[in-house]
């Protein structure tokens, strides 16, 4: 049986993958920003183990899990957290900067920085949730594509230091994908958000679970998803 640490597990591709990993058995550590998300959490999952960490703080993420039991094992973790504000580089503040670059990028690299002594002796796995902003910057979206950009360079440079200890590493790219997340880009973006319009988290996470699932033999490095036709 996995054990799987999860970021983002609250909505939209994270929730649908907790999901249909509870639903087969496997379990799930939820990484949650304070203890009544961590309370929420759980009552949605009842086998899931939670821990307490504020992605937007990843300088007290040590601090944090020094109060708390961590896992002792862990198989594979997962960062889907993260964090959207559009705007020209002429008018975004620095503030906003600030955050997406937290939340997208330096969390994760400090949350996987504590979690690789388990990792590396259960041989796991670290993915990351990306974006199409992590191939390619569009007007108004430089401080979040900058952040994933950020992310992709992350996981490259993860999967060349970490082969040696058989940790992979994977990147997912989603396309646009209903979730609350983009619900409030189009609130940004002025436009009218229709679902059905973009891809289901539940596609997203059966992408993943196949990175997961794969044979040892083999790795899924780095996997675009785009909007069915």
Known sequence: MAVHLITGAGSGIGAALAQRLHDRGDDLVLLARDAGRARELASRSP?????????????????????????????????????????????????????????NLVAPAELTRLMLPVLRVSRGQVLFVNSGAGLRANADWGAYAASKHGLKA????????????????????????????????????????VAERFIDPESVATSILTALDLPRDAQITDLSIRPGI
């Not at 504020?54 to 601090?63: E, H, K, M, N, V």
């Not at 082969?163 to 880009?185: C, L, N």
């Open 154 to 193: 992350l996981a490259d440079a993860l999967r060349a230091e970490e082969a040696e200890h058989g940790v992979r590493v994977t990147t997912v790219y989603p396309g646009r994908t209903a979730t609350p997340m983009q619900e409030k880009v189009h609130r940004q973006e002025g436009a009218d958000y």
């Open 47 to 103: 086998r899931a183990a939670t821990l307490v960490g504020d992605l937007a703080q990843p300088g007290r993420l040590s601090w944090a899990f020094s109060k708390q039991p961590l896992p002792e094992r862990i198989d594979s973790l997962v960062h889907v957290a993260g964090v959207v504000d559009l705007g020209p580089v002429a008018d975004l503040p620095s503030s906003l900067w600030e955050q997406q670059l937290a939340v």
